[in-house]
């Protein structure tokens, strides 16, 4: 059982509200990078903002000896923790956002996946000086998408809103879009430059298509922030051996059938967002790298945690791994759930327009 103290800023929600922006915070720049972003976001959903603090006890154990048992004092652990989060909680209330601050005993990861039963959306920073930031691209980063009760966006130590992005070269080539013609490349060049998604929510789709919650989440989140949304997929024609081999016509049937879907699923964000601005690419390369260099330039980019192979099948395999550690933008983790049905109940997914 682990031991927890909450407390409330003046005009803060009933503690433990459901739906709050939970912030893991442990005093670092990453952590409090972190929580600029949250409280951006925290206002557009109208959500208050839950700061949870987290540290372990030292213990010492010893086999075969007779020793007596001494208690260890944490009370100067507990005060660096509870400061820490006076100084953030003051930030919150300063940017007008309802907050509260939990301080617990436990494992971070373990804290933090807790925590988001009770949340609408968890955020942490990359990289830290322990705590959630310091544990998050080993422990946490694959423990908290993965079981997280909510959406959970991981950002990165060195990111800066309304700075200049570059985006660097890459070896993923776009092979179909909805806009424009896509601009002849050399085939035979390794990499060439990157396309460019500023200003715009960028979500990666796989099988799932305009059933996948998180094209849903990045929806919702571009209409409240007012940017465009650009959906991407990825499709891989290299041939690594001579177990298949396709014809130029089943390489045109696979490259017209991931297209298909992008269309698709536009058509239905745009039903349900008629005024919202969609585009999309097709890729042919490797998901992990087409995401990674759509982050080098977005403002924020939406995967999902699970699914029937792409993006989201990988995420917590190769391609977590590949992604976070890299991302140079804000990332949302959706957990998918295989049972469309259920997701519709819940309002993840609107009911197809007739």
Known sequence: MSEQDRTQGAGSP????????????DGSPPSRNALNWAIQEARSLGKPIRLVGAYTIPS???????????PIDDSA????????????????????????????????AGVLIEESKTGGLTVVGSRGRGGFAG???????????????CPTVVVPAAWQAETDKAAHPTSSRPIRQ?????????PDAEAIEGLRFDGKVVVGVDSLGAESPALWKAARLAVRRGSPLHIVAVITTTVIGPEWLPSTADLERLINEGADKLVVAKQRIKDEFPDLDVTWTLFDGQPAEVLVRASDTAE???????GRGGFAGLLLGSTSQSVLPYSQCPTMVVRVSRDADKRREEGEIPEPSL
């Open 178 to 186: 909805d806009r424009g013609e896509i601009e002849e490349t050399d």
């Open 14 to 25: 009933p503690v433990g509200e459901s739906d709050a922006v939970i912030v893991g915070i």
């Open 77 to 108: 652990i507990r005060q660096s923790v509870t400061n820490t989060l006076k100084e953030a909680a003051a930030e919150v209330k300063a940017a007008g956002v309802p907050v509260e601050a939990v301080i617990e005993i436990g494992d971070a």
């Open 300 to 306: 924020v980019l939406v995967i999902g945690s699970r």
């Open 135 to 149: 544990r998050l691209l080993g422990t946490v980063s694959s423990a908290l998408p993965a079981h997280s009760a």
């Open 60 to 70: 010492v154990a010893a086999a075969a000896i007779d020793v007596s048992y001494v």
